[in-house]
């Protein structure tokens, strides 16, 4: 079956620690994304890939890095430098094409807790 | 730019009647425009599109969405609230090719 694989489900960081956020893949499509979720806010996005090797910043880029060596993978890591990593993380992707021929499909996400 | 407002964080209704979402957008434009819906603990799944193809957008599970451009809105409805169907809705409005601009969710409970 074709779709989105994030792994862990659930993962606790501890203060100062980096922590990695997978995100799989297998519907070759060209474009990624990772977006943060917190209660009332809905989603915003941290990072987006278009093709591999190369990526831009989000909106909320502060604190967290990314790397695209793949066209099935985007990783997404917390750094020690985000101040407030506690939320709900969801990977997405889509067809490089206009947003009416396509659509986003997201993973299952990871939620991070810091301890 | 490009925005959406929902106009309610929360709505309730019993099993069996109607619901109505509300979803208002911002643009210069008439934009496409989404509603995706998410299950507790879940990732997020496409109920339905507008592409200006059509005003009225069927969906899956009996949702449906009028674009109104005279009154800027993007309002989801189904006629019979179903106990599956509570989770959180959200309204999305592109920016550019690789932006997706979210509302900030409307949590729909069903009582029975």
């Known amino acids: 079956d074709g779709g989105i694989t994030q792994s862990p489900k659930y993962l606790f960081r501890k203060e100062g620690q980096n922590v990695t956020l997978s995100c799989e893949q297998n519907?070759?499509?060209?474009?990624m994304y990772w977006y943060r979720q917190d209660p009332g806010q809905g989603l915003r996005l941290i990072y987006y890939?278009?093709?591999?090797?190369?990526?831009q910043k989000g909106d909320i880029a502060e604190g967290y890095s990314v790397s695209r060596e793949k066209k099935e993978s985007f990783p997404l890591t917390v750094t020690s430098a985000q101040k407030n990593p506690t939320a709900f993380y969801l990977c997405?992707?889509?067809?490089?094409?206009?947003?009416?021929?396509?659509?986003?499909?997201f993973g299952q996400g990871t939620r991070l807790t810091v301890v | 730019a490009q925005s959406v407002t929902q106009l309610d964080s929360h709505v309730s209704v019993s099993e069996g009647t109607p619901v109505l979402l509300r979803c208002n957008y911002s643009?210069?434009?008439?934009?496409?425009l989404f509603w995706y819906v998410q299950h507790p603990n879940k990732g997020l799944q496409l109920l339905l599109k507008?592409?200006?193809?059509?005003?009225l957008v069927k969906g899956i599970n009996g949702f449906e969405a009028e674009f109104k451009k005279s009154e800027t809105s993007f309002h989801l409805t189904k006629p019979s609230a179903h106990m599956s169907d509570a989770a959180e809705y959200f309204c999305?409005?592109?920016?550019?090719?690789?932006?997706?601009?979210f509302g900030a969710g409307t949590r729909l409970a069903v009582h029975p």
């Open positions: 997405a992707s889509s067809r490089e094409t206009t947003w009416e021929n396509t659509e986003a499909f």
């Open positions: 519907l070759n499509h060209d474009a």
């Open positions: 890939s278009q093709i591999v090797n190369d990526f």
């Open positions: 643009s210069s434009y008439s934009p496409s």
């Open positions: 507008y592409t200006s193809a059509a005003t």
């Open positions: 999305v409005v592109p920016r550019g090719y690789n932006k997706l601009i």
